[in-house]
């Protein structure tokens, strides 16, 4: 590590992390700070282990594509946050070569085409929920009575999911992505969900059927893949998916009601809705912990600092999106910025691949909050809204709302 202040304290040399005083959208202040003092520096997990913690755009990319600092040893450590990390052997749990083989089953199912043939139902889904929101009256909450079952609604018409199971299913991710839950509940809900995904799969593969489920079993079976990818690939759709979709739509919704003529503006000039999309994700700081840890497999230099071979190190994105090196005046909000280059989706090998079905999700439900309610507005103080502090993503625990 670099030289330090003789007048810093030891608290403040290696900070606890995930930080905890964020409010809203916005990260934490400290990472302000850090970008320009100290880019790179270690911090204490919950765990009481420690890692290197990288603020600056340009050097979360480049963690995010050195394939030196790896996901597969990450999730073979579980002192980094408990729980967080994805079982071995799934695909956000692996390297290169074998994260490439089992991408590509993904990359031959999960379409462009799947995509674009899915957003008429998903604007017929959005449709329908902000107008049930509209004819029950105001007050109304946006997070129980739109964001979550949009999401959720969504990647189970993607997946084959039958509408009954998605209570379940919202539970189930949730629980999963949870930071107050001991590990022994985290991995009983993951064999739960599990098992039933086992079922699911083993239905399609008897009765196909035009769902990503089937498309994956086929071609799981044709690449000669192991069996045991199917599952893990359908619970990685959906624990990735489903929370940080939600948190999104309930944000992008809290953005349009809190920054003056937003709304007006997307409302007359609707072709902006793509840009605005782009900026409301690099905006808003989905990830309450910076992102999934990677383990140096060899030293790897970032910045000013060495981070040696086993060290853990964690890119933070709600950072790097907030840089004032790449993004001019980071902390506004501009639908019209288009924001080349943000790495709310990731970056390199496992960038997310769900990023089109995401932007085609927060575009159509801009459209359909827009047309459906067009007076919305929040229906307490924004002082008085209560964020999730207990999840791995942070989204709104209600919205509430009147118009």
């Not at 979360?60 to 052997?89: E, H, M, T, W, Y």
């Not at 009575?145 to 991710?173: K, N, T």
């Not at 993951?190 to 083993?202: D, F, N, S």
């Not at 759709?237 to 503006?265: E, K």
Request: include cysteine.
């Amino acid at each position: 590590m670099t030289d330090t202040d003789p007048t810093t304290t030891a608290a403040e040399e290696c900070p606890a992390f995930p930080f905890r005083d964020w409010e809203g959208v916005d990260p934490a202040p400290a990472y302000a700070r850090l970008r320009a003092e100290r880019p790179v520096l270690q911090v204490r997990l919950p765990s009481g282990g420690r890692a290197w913690l990288v603020t600056r755009h340009a050097d979360a990319r480049r963690v995010f594509a050195d394939q030196r600092l790896s996901r597969a040893a990450s999730c073979a450590n579980k002192d980094d946050f408990q729980g967080i990390n994805p079982p071995a052997g799934s695909l956000f749990a692996l390297d290169p070569p074998e994260h490439t083989a089992v991408r590509a089953l993904v990359n031959k199912t999960f379409t462009v085409r799947r995509v674009e043939d899915l957003k008429p139902w998903i604007a017929q889904r959005a449709e329908r929920l902000a107008t049930r929101l509209a004819r029950q009256g105001p007050p109304a909450d946006l997070v129980s009575g739109y964001a979550q079952p949009l999401s959720m609604s969504v990647l189970c018409r993607l997946l084959g999911v039958p509408e009954a199971d998605h209570g379940r299913f919202i539970e189930w991710s949730h629980a999963l992505l949870s930071t107050a839950d001991a590990g022994e509940e985290i991995e009983a809900t993951r064999q739960r969900l599990g098992q039933y995904v086992a079922r699911l799969i083993e239905a399609r593969r008897a009765v196909p059927a035009d769902d990503l489920v089937s498309a994956l079993v086929q071609a799981v079976d044709r690449e000669d893949a192991a069996p045991h990818q199917a599952i893990l690939l359908v619970m990685a759709i959906l624990v990735a998916g489903h929370d940080a979709m939600a948190n999104q739509l309930a944000d992008t919704a809290y953005l349009m009601m809190t920054h003056p003529g937003m709304a007006d503006r997307l409302r007359d000039e609707p072709e902006l809705i793509p840009a605005a999309v782009e900026e409301i994700v690099r905006y808003t700081s989905l990830i309450a912990v910076g992102g999934f840890p990677r383990v140096a497999l060899e030293d790897v230099p970032i910045g000013d600092v060495v981070i040696k071979a086993g060290d853990t190190v964690i890119a933070a994105i709600d950072s790097a999106n907030r840089d004032e090196e790449v993004f001019p005046d980071p902390d506004e909000l501009r639908v019209d910025r288009r924001p080349r280059g943000h790495l709310a989706f990731g970056h390199g090998t496992h960038r997310c691949l769900g990023a089109q079905l995401a932007r085609a999700e927060l575009g159509i439900t801009i459209s359909a909050l827009l047309d459906t309610l067009p007076g919305m507005r929040l229906a307490v103080p924004p002082a008085d809204l209560e964020w999730d502090r207990a999840s791995f993503g942070r989204g709104l625990l209600s919205l509430p709302i009147t118009w």
